[in-house]
């Protein structure tokens, strides 16, 4: 069993970083780790999925913005954020798939086991 919870999110201008945690209680020595967004309305979208800081897959619409790393010192999973967007307002979220055979996509929600409460980003510009 893996407990996930998030915390960093905040209000921030067009153009402004911040930084998210996930820290993870259970054993995710050998699991995939990822973070989603999702706001009212529409579908929870991947944003990166991390299975070692050598191993990340992001989408599109955040590469080169925002760099995801993982802490397995501290069971940790991060995610920098900069030169943000209003469209990056949403609820983000961290998740957790162990490894396990089968053919399965890196940012699809369906992927993935655990899922922490998330926490609010908003963007105004």
């Known amino acids: 069993q893996v407990h996930l919870i998030e915390s960093g999110g905040g209000s921030v201008l067009a153009g402004g970083s911040l930084k998210l945690s996930c820290a993870a209680s259970?054993?995710?020595?050998?699991?995939?780790m990822a973070w989603f967004r999702q706001v009212p309305g529409k579908e929870r979208e991947g944003v990166a999925s991390v299975l070692s800081n050598a191993d990340v897959v992001y989408a599109d619409y955040v590469k080169d913005r925002f760099t995801a790393s993982r802490d397995n010192a501290k069971n940790t999973l991060y995610l920098e954020m900069r030169s943000l967007k209003p469209e990056d307002t949403a609820l983000y979220y961290c998740a957790a798939r162990p490894i396990r055979g089968g053919r399965w996509q890196r940012l699809h929600q369906g992927s993935y086991d655990y899922w922490g409460q998330g926490t609010q980003v908003a963007v105004s510009s």
């Open positions: 259970g054993d995710t020595s050998r699991t995939y």
